[in-house]
């Protein structure tokens, strides 16, 4: 079998341009099955070596294969003769004469083309579902998607597949997504790509075809209870406690409540924003039971006419905007740090130093390891000389942690710095839930959307030293009797209903 190959390899080689797509094929053929073995066997895991097998090596592996009749046509072109005459000159009488079932030539030729349909066959799905896998799209442009990457891994999605939500299902979808990525790879190669990149909010799939095969609207029922923990910037790093009892109903008719109200099947809000990027809303529209809209205006924004095409049905993501890919607030990123004593709580204002150590402007993500060490290490040598003598370790963790932090979080060479991107789950600043309640979005009597925290949230406690602060009997001669006696009231009587 094997002198039949290389009689047959040795025919078709009938000059340097042919024997080198023999050797392109033969080789890229051989390695591939090669790594592919030791890949089954748990022997190579890293995506680079993925991308050896499978998109250089089937790409070489083609190009040998069309090396090999061009070389025969400029053969023949070269010598002037037939067809017959130069296989009468490369291949035996044996090989050439005709049989039941056509010649030996024509049956290997037959062979070797069913091997090659079945070899391309098999690595091209072998290239998709590698290309598929998170570690392809995280890892293969490193520099490009490490950030997206390092957040990915840590996020509440880390086990679901980049193209569940990127993608989503059917032909289209796949089609468009292998031209987006082509165009995505020329923009890496010659450097065509924005930084930071912007957040693909136009190319993510609708949530009805990925979010809610795990998140169904229907079944949004009830509450949860949420507690932060924050600490002041004070000597003790004082430990505070906001507390809400989070509404994550869907609603139902006419009760406008509950923070999954927007997705409830019965109900239908769409919106338009400036320049279609759904930070700024021009106007609000709500399905009414008459199905007629009712439209709220953003009176700063009256004069602006968008487009149709900007017009768009809310969904999850337009809230869950950062639902995988997460970028912490620093003093977020702190806080949650020390409530996990990653950093060391007893040590002296530490929430105030780390904060400043990673809020700093560094070159770099080097230069940010050195700056972060050298600023916390010499806060406590200089202020605290005892503390920094008995508890080193402490310190050396808790600057291992703001570190960590800086790394997970900014990456200078993207220019992905705090707040590059704004999370509009809640509703920090104007952002978030602020998009559309609040008092400038109004309706034709110039009645605006409602922005009573009691919709979505029972607040339990606002930055208080005890978590559950507003349940216990208020203390008439606060100053807040007024807020702690309704906010403890409301909240009963939502649990009651």
């Known amino acids: 079998m094997l002198d039949k190959y290389i009689n047959f390899v040795r025919g078709v080689s009938v000059n340097i341009v042919g024997k080198i797509g023999v050797v392109l094929t033969t080789s890229s053929f051989f390695t591939f099955v090669l790594l ?3 890949r089954i066997a748990g022997l190579l895991t890293n995506a680079y070596i993925g991308l050896i097998t499978y998109l250089l090596l089937p790409a070489l592996f083609i190009i040998g294969l069309l090396l090999i009749p061009i070389g025969w046509r400029m053969w023949k072109k070269q010598t002037g003769k037939t067809t017959q005459q130069l296989l009468s000159e490369r291949f035996d009488d044996t090989d050439i004469k005709g049989g039941l079932f056509g010649s030996r030539l024509f049956l290997s030729v037959g062979i070797f083309t069913v091997i090659n349909i079945i070899f391309l066959v098999g690595a091209s799905s072998r290239m998709l579902t590698f290309m598929d896998g998170p570690e392809f799209c995280g890892t293969a442009c490193h520099t490009v998607m490490n950030p997206e990457w390092v957040t990915y891994q840590q996020s509440p999605h880390a086990r679901v597949d980049c193209v569940d939500c990127h993608v989503g299902e059917g032909v289209d979808a796949l089609i468009n997504s292998k031209l987006n990525g082509t165009w995505q790879m020329i923009s890496v190669t010659f450097d065509l790509l924005d930084r930071p990149i912007p957040t693909p909010v136009h190319q993510l799939r609708p949530a009805r075809e990925t979010c809610e095969k795990c998140h169904w609207p229907d079944k949004f029922y009830g509450s949860r209870l949420k507690t932060i923990t924050h600490y002041d910037s004070d000597e003790q790093s004082t ?30 809000v769409r919106y338009a924003s400036v320049d279609d990027e759904r930070k700024e809303m021009i106007w609000v529209e709500v399905l009414e039971p008459d199905w007629s809209f009712k439209r709220y205006t953003n009176r700063r ?19 869950h905007n950062r639902a995988t890919h997460i970028y912490e607030y620093p003093s977020d990123a702190i ?21 400043k150590a990673v809020s700093a402007h560094y070159v770099d993500t080097a230069a940010a390891r050195e700056g972060i060490a050298n600023s916390i290490a010499s806060f406590y040598r200089t202020t605290y000389p005892e503390v920094a003598r008995s508890k080193f370790d402490a310190i050396d963790k808790s600057i291992a942690a703001a570190q960590a932090v800086y790394a997970r ?12 991107y704004p999370n509009f789950l809640g509703h ?64 009963l009587d939502y649990i009651k209903k």
């Open 301 to 319: 924004l009256k004069d602006v006419d968008p487009s149709h095409e900007s017009i768009r049905v809310l969904d999850c993501v337009d809230c």
């Open 409 to 420: 979080n900014i990456h200078p060479y993207m220019n992905i710095t705090w707040g590059s």
């Open 428 to 491: 920090r600043g104007n952002s978030g839930c602020f998009r559309c309640h609040n008092d400038n979005m109004v309706d034709d009597a110039g009645t605006p959307i409602s922005s009573d925290c009691a919709l979505c949230h029972s607040i339990l406690a606002y930055g208080s030293e005890q978590a559950f602060e507003y349940l216990n009997p208020a203390d008439t001669a606060s100053k807040d009797y007024l807020m702690h006696e309704y906010l403890r009231q409301e909240f």
């Open 36 to 38: 592919e073995v030791a």
């Open 335 to 355: 806080d949650s740090r020390i409530a996990a004593e990653m950093i060391d709580h007893s040590l002296p204002y530490i929430k105030r130093e780390a904060l």
């Open 239 to 268: 430990r505070k406690f906001t507390t809400l009892n989070l509404k994550i109903d869907a609603g139902t008719g006419a009760k406008k409540s509950g923070i999954h109200w927007h997705v409830a099947a019965e109900n239908l």
